[in-house]
């Protein structure tokens, strides 16, 4: 089955240590992208990357790093510079439909809740 | 600037009723795709429906149908027959196909559906 994985689904850390939440697809997917979503709010783009090897930043990039060493991954890692990092996390792909109507879609994993103590 | 704008932060709907949620959008390109999803507790983004800025038709998913009025640059889901399964929030998005695959999403709407 094709999808996208990200692990763990629940996170804590400590104030002041780097964390990396993971993502994995196997879509065959070039673009991915990482978004931040706090409660009662909309998604807001950290970074995302169109090809291995390159990647650009969204709105929100400040405290946030990621790296695209393959395909099937796109790594983010929250810094100890990122002011307040308490929130859920997905990742996405983008790519042709597998079912339905014809269209391009952006695809989610299941996310990763991320809270600092 | 491209722009989503929700404007109903909760809504409620009788079960087997009809509900539209609204969206418009800003952008200065004239190629987009404009994308809804639905966002259950669970936290999962569901895709719903796309439409493409040169579709001629709205465009229909089973129960839900876009309400695409370019001119306005407006494009409201339509739920039919509500069900409380459609309990959840809901996402509308853009992409303009100018901004290297770069998506930009509304804050969302809460959708109650009582029985």
């Known amino acids: ?3 996208i994985t990200q692990s763990p689904k629940y996170l804590f850390r400590k104030e002041g240590q780097n964390v990396t939440l993971s993502c994995e697809q196997n879509l ?7 978004y931040r979503q706090d409660p009662g709010q909309g998604l807001r783009l950290i970074y995302y990357s169109q090809i291995v090897n390159d990647f650009q930043k969204g709105d929100i990039a400040e405290g946030y790093s990621v790296s695209r060493e393959k395909k099937e991954s796109f790594p983010l890692t929250v810094t100890s510079a990122q002011k307040n990092p308490t929130a859920f996390y997905l990742c996405a792909t983008y790519g042709w439909r597998t079912s339905g109507s014809d269209a391009y879609e952006q695809f989610f994993g299941p996310g990763t809740r991320l809270t600092v103590l | 600037a491209q722009k989503i704008t929700q404007t109903q932060p909760g809504m409620f709907v009788q079960e087997k009723e009809a509900v539209t949620l ?6 200065s390109d004239q190629s987009y795709g404009l994308f809804w999803y639905k966002q259950p507790s669970s936290g999962e983004m569901i895709f719903l429906i796309y439409q493409g800025s040169y579709d001629e038709q709205n465009a229909t998913e089973g129960r839900y149908s876009l309400n695409f009025q370019k001119a306005r640059k ?3 889901l339509v739920i ?4 409380l399964g459609d309990s959840a929030m809901y996402f509308c998005a853009m992409r303009p196909w100018g901004t290297g695959n770069q998506f930009y999403f509304g804050t969302g709407t809460s959708l109650t559906v009582i029985p």
């Open chain 2, 74 to 76: 407006s494009a409201n």
């Open chain 2, 22 to 27: 609204d969206c418009t959008y800003d952008t």
């Open chain 1, 1 to 3: 089955d094709g999808g």
């Open chain 2, 80 to 83: 039919s027959a509500s069900q």
């Open chain 1, 28 to 34: 065959n997917h070039d673009a991915m992208y990482w």
